[in-house]
């Protein structure tokens, strides 16, 4: 991927990081979703008192995009840490992953994985997601 386009969605998903709801973990989640058509959908994680509604930053940036009629996806970039403090990847959780598969091709769609600008790793969801179930099984 071409090296400034990485540090514009690293850039992106870390000022998400100032909306990132999360009075109950403090664990800060930003991410932003190149769209097939050039367009970034942010996206931060959203906590619930009740727990279980928690949307992680990814599935934010994701059902921003479809539900807005983007389906087509080349990149996400996931930051996050402990009170918004980025020492370790935030790798995308199992959910996530599932719903990545829903729309992006396995081979293709990277996710970038970054503390800053600086230091990130790149892996296609295949790499995150071996022997994904998604559309493709069911026709
Ligand atoms: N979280 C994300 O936003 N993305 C992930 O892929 C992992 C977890 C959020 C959910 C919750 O608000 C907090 O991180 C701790 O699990």
């Known amino acids: 991927m071409d090296r400034l386009l990485v540090e514009q969605l690293i850039e992106t998903a870390i ?3 100032e909306f990132s709801y999360t009075p109950y973990s ?3 989640v930003g991410a932003a979703l190149l769209a097939g058509n050039g367009a970034v959908y ?3 994680n959203i906590e619930n008192a009740a727990y279980t509604p928690t949307n992680c930053a990814e599935r934010t940036a994701f059902f921003k995009a479809v539900s807005e009629g ?3 996806f080349e990149a996400i970039c996931v930051v996050g840490g402990k009170n918004g403090i980025l020492t370790e990847y935030a790798a995308p959780c199992g959910v996530c992953r599932q719903v990545m598969m829903e729309f992006c091709d396995p081979e293709t769609f990277r996710i970038i994985l970054a503390t800053d600008r600086e230091h990130y790793d790149i892996y296609t969801l295949k790499e995150l997601l071996p022997l994904g179930f998604g559309p493709a099984n069911l026709k």
Do not use: D, S, Y
């Open 26 to 28: 403090g664990f800060k």
């Open 42 to 44: 942010t996206g931060c």
């Open 70 to 72: 983007v389906r087509e």
């Open 15 to 17: 000022r998400q990081l």
